[in-house]
Nanobody, 125 residues
Framework: VQLQASGGGLVQAGGSLRLSCAVS????????IAWFRQAPGKEREGVASIKGFDGSSFYSNSVKGRFTISRNEARNMVYLQMNNLRPDDTAVYYCAASPYYSYSDLTSTIKWTNWGQGTLVTVSS
């Protein structure tokens, strides 16, 4: 299983970015995908997840209403649309996969077994 995140960059507060995660070696229906982020000096934080078997999505309270996770099975891609970005959204963003297709827990990294390399998002005030 391989995941590769891209799409990070520098954006002003209030702006938008779309992150992409190219996924290979797994079947979307059998796997859950999530986005995590890690700011300097802080622990890795779950942001959004999408279940494998039904595509239902889940969000942390800090991004709910601003971020949207989606997937394109034909292209083996998962996206994170980020709107109304704030300086505290600045972090390295990672996509991760879990072999538990109904998994959605964003509070722990334990069952997210495969990780991409991360892409940096910087939001200026």
């Amino acid at each position: 299983v391989q995941l590769q995140a891209s799409g990070g960059g520098l954006v002003q507060a209030g702006g938008s970015l779309r992150l992409s995660c190219a996924v290979s070696g797994l079947t979307f229906g059998n796997s859950a995908i999530a986005w995590f982020r890690q700011a300097p000096g802080k622990e890795r934080e779950g942001v959004a997840s999408i279940k494998g078997f039904d595509g239902s999505s889940f969000y942390s309270n800090s991004v709910k209403g601003r971020f949207t996770i989606s997937r394109n099975e034909a292209r083996n891609m998962v996206y994170l649309q980020m709107n109304n970005l704030r300086p505290d959204d600045t972090a390295v963003y990672y996509c991760a996969a879990s072999p538990y297709y109904s998994y959605s827990d964003l509070t722990s990294t334990i069952k997210w077994t495969n990780w991409g390399q991360g892409t940096l998002v910087t939001v200026s005030s």
